[in-house]
């Protein structure tokens, strides 16, 4: 990122504003599969993304019925550490639960 450069023009010294752009957001995905229980996708929702249970409820009927659902939105490196977390939870309690990101 460049510092600003002042400028003169007619005894006004001006500044010119460096562009700063937010970094691109990544969803963290639920996948459905046949195996893991809906109570452990509930209590994933609400332990590692921070959920009300009635949201987690409702994004787990999401991904139950739709296939996919949209645990969260979070910078790169956020949404891959939960994405590693969810996952050794779920080894952990024998869950083949497939947890992806991809950009927003």
Avoid: C
Avoid at 9 to 26: L, M, Y
Avoid at 89 to 101: F, G, I, K, W, Y
Wanted: hydrophobic content about 40%; glycine content about 2%; overall charge negative.
């Amino acid at each position: 990122m460049s510092t600003p450069t002042p400028t003169r023009d007619d005894q006004v010294i001006t500044r010119e504003k460096a562009k700063v752009e937010r970094p691109r957001r990544w969803k963290v995905l639920l996948h459905n599969d046949d195996y893991t229980t809906m109570d452990f996708v509930v209590h994933v929702l609400v332990t590692h993304f921070e959920k009300a249970p009635a949201e987690a409820m409702h994004i787990m009927l999401q991904v139950h019925h739709k296939g996919l659902g949209v645990a969260g939105l979070y910078a790169r490196d956020v949404a891959e550490t939960k994405v590693a977390d969810v996952l050794a939870d779920a080894r952990h309690n024998d869950m083949p639960l497939l947890v992806t990101t991809e950009p927003q």
